[in-house]
């Protein structure tokens, strides 16, 4: 029995096939075990061939997964970057050596398969780095507003530490008729129309580097205890996609009484209050005088 048993495992298996044994039943069962043994050992080693080549396979495909995903980002980054440098050109934007550095080392944190504007370009930059953009693009609209074009610089500045990015989709309202006006607008990219319900042939527009809301900033003129906000008298909507900066009414009254001394000094109030008349604004307040306190 043990004599064909071990016959038959030769025949099956090379391990051990050339061990002659007797007839003792020992010596056929260590044969037995040394054969068996043999094959444990090389479908175990086959095993391991087996699974190390599945493991190199999911490494290699893995590797070409991340070759590939690093390649995309590569060719998402240099779009942005493409897209970047084409919109600082547009709005006419020099940063120096490390600005540009600081926008290139955040560049990824812009969102994909959007278009660069004010509001995600801004979003990606430290503060500093923030006022420094801001002060370029809105400080030349600053001085196109007649009481700014002779105002210190550091008011300016001040004036735009207060500006915040806003984006209007095309054929939105911006600013309605009839309704309280409380913030002042500054233009850098798009086109939108300016009209009154009452006539409609008196329709203007609004583009880069126009401003908008004048009533904001005689209102921001008026004494303290005067807290109503100006009625917008015209409509302002997008044509296409609106990029600017507002200021917020009660900001700009905040800066305008902070530097009251030095509007006081070099703004002709004579000269704003026709400005203010040949706007159109506040028509109750047309006859009163700008009253700002003396300076001490």
Request: some cysteine.
């Amino acid at each position: 029995m043990s004599q064909s048993f071990w016959w038959a495992l030769r025949n099956l298996s090379s391990f051990g096939s050339n061990l002659q044994t007797s007839l003792y039943t020992v010596e056929i069962f260590l044969s037995v075990m040394i054969s068996i043994s043999g094959m444990v050992l090389f479908l175990v080693y086959l095993n391991a061939r087996v699974q190390m080549q599945e493991s190199q396979e999911l490494l290699d495909q893995s590797k070409s997964k991340k070759k590939q995903s690093q390649e995309l980002l590569d060719q998402s980054e240099s779009k942005k970057k493409q897209s970047l440098k084409l919109w600082l050109d547009k709005n006419e934007i020099r940063p120096n050596t490390d600005q540009m550095e600081t926008i290139m080392n955040n560049i990824h944190k812009l969102e994909e398969n959007k278009d660069i504007d004010v509001q995600n370009m801004l979003s990606i930059l430290p503060v500093d780095d923030k006022k420094s953009i801001i002060q370029l693009l809105c400080l030349a609209s600053l001085k196109k507003v007649p009481v700014f074009e002779n105002i210190d610089q550091n008011i300016l500045i001040a004036i735009c530490d207060h500006l915040k990015p806003v984006t209007y989709t095309e054929d939105s309202y911006i600013v309605q008729e009839g309704r309280p006006l409380g913030k002042m607008l500054f233009i850098v990219e798009g086109l939108a129309w300016t009209y009154t319900t009452s006539n409609i042939i008196d329709v203007g527009t609004l583009k880069r580097g126009d401003y908008y809301g004048e009533e904001v900033l005689t209102w921001a003129f008026q004494p303290p205890s005067f807290s109503g906000l100006p009625i917008s008298t015209r409509t302002v909507m997008s044509q296409e996609k609106i990029e600017a900066f507002a200021i917020r009414a009660g900001d700009l009254k905040s800066v305008v009484c902070k530097f009251r001394c030095h509007f006081r000094k070099k703004v002709d109030f004579s000269q704003l209050q026709l400005w203010e008349n040949g706007a159109s604004v506040m028509q109750s307040l047309k006859s009163q005088v700008i009253d700002i306190t003396p300076c001490p």
